[in-house]
T-cell receptor
Framework: DTGVSQNPRHKITKRGQNVTFRCDPI?????LYWYRQTLGQGPEFLTY????????KSRLLSDRFSAERPKGSFSTLEIQRTEQGDSAMYLC???????????????FGEGSRLTVL | KQEVTQIPAALSVPEGENLVLNCSFT??????LQWFRQDPGKGLTSLLL?????REQTSGRLNASLDKSSGRSTLYIAASQPGDSATYLC?????????????FGKGTKLSVIP
C-alpha cells in the first residue's frame, strides 16, 4: 500500500508525558500537512511542510508542539507535557508539488488518536 | 475568515434513496473544494475534488457540484447503500491565512438503513 502511513494508531498517555507521532507520506509527495480533529468537529490545520521546510504554522500549534521533516520524507509531531485538551485525532496528509500533477488534492492517513488521562 | 457549514448535521435514509448533502462557505475566493468520507475512528478518504473553474465532478454514484458565486456545493449520492454510511466532510482551499490550508465543515453523518 503506498498511501499515507501514520504511527502509532492509538496512544494513551498520562498528563505531563511527551508523545511523538510519525507520518510517512505518499512517495514523491513534496507537501506534508498535519491536522487535528476533535470529536464532532472537522479537522483543523496545524502545520505544513514543503520538502524539509516548515512553511506554515497555525496558532493552534502552541510551544508544546513541534513538527519536523528532517530529510523531506517522513515527518514527526511531538507534543510535550501533554494536557487533557490535547486528546484528539492527529491526521497527516500529503500532496504532490506544483505543475500539472498538482490538483491541490490532499490524501490523508488513518490518523493517530491521542488520549491523555 | 473563511467558514464552512454543512447541513444537515445528520441524515438517515432508507437504502436505495437518492440524497443530497450540502456545503456552504462564506468567502467565494477559493482555489478548490474537496469532499471526503470518514468512517468512525478512521482517517479521511478523498471522494471528489472540484477546482474553482469547474462546475461539477462525477465518480461512480457520486456527483459534486460547485457554485462558487453563491458559496455552495452539493454532493449527490445516487441509489444509496448501507456501505455509504459514514460522515461526509467538505473542505475548501483558499487564500488568506495560509494558502495551503484546508478549512473544513463539521460534516454530515449519513446513515443508510437496509
Amino acid at each position: 500500500d503506498t498511501g499515507v502511513s501514520q504511527n502509532p494508531r492509538h496512544k494513551i498517555t498520562k498528563r505531563g508525558q511527551n508523545v511523538t507521532f510519525r507520518c510517512d507520506p505518499i512517495s514523491e509527495h513534496n507537501r506534508l500537512y498535519w491536522y487535528r480533529q476533535t470529536l464532532g468537529q472537522g479537522p483543523e490545520f496545524l502545520t505544513y511542510f514543503q520538502n524539509e521546510a516548515q512553511l506554515e504554522k497555525s496558532r493552534l500549534l502552541s510551544d508544546r508542539f513541534s513538527a519536523e521533516r528532517p530529510k523531506g520524507s517522513f515527518s514527526t509531531l511531538e507534543i510535550q507535557r501533554t494536557e487533557q485538551g490535547d486528546s484528539a485525532m492527529y491526521l497527516c496528509a500529503s500532496s504532490p508539488d506544483g505543475g500539472l500533477a498538482n490538483t491541490g488534492e490532499l490524501f490523508f492517513g488513518e490518523g493517530s488518536r491521542l488520549t491523555v488521562l | 475568515k473563511q467558514e464552512v457549514t454543512q447541513i444537515p448535521a445528520a441524515l438517515s435514509v432508507p437504502e436505495g434513496e437518492n440524497l443530497v448533502l450540502n456545503c456552504s462557505f462564506t468567502d467565494s475566493a477559493i482555489y478548490n473544494l474537496q469532499w471526503f468520507r470518514q468512517d468512525p475512528g478512521k482517517g479521511l478518504t478523498s471522494l471528489l475534488l472540484i477546482q474553482s473553474s469547474q462546475r461539477e465532478q462525477t465518480s461512480g454514484r457520486l456527483n459534486a457540484s460547485l457554485d462558487k458565486s453563491s458559496g455552495r456545493s452539493t454532493l449527490y449520492i445516487a441509489a444509496s447503500q448501507p456501505g455509504d454510511s459514514a460522515t461526509y466532510l467538505c473542505a475548501v482551499r483558499h487564500p488568506g491565512a495560509g494558502s495551503y490550508q484546508l478549512t473544513f465543515g463539521k460534516g454530515t453523518k449519513l446513515s443508510v438503513i437496509p
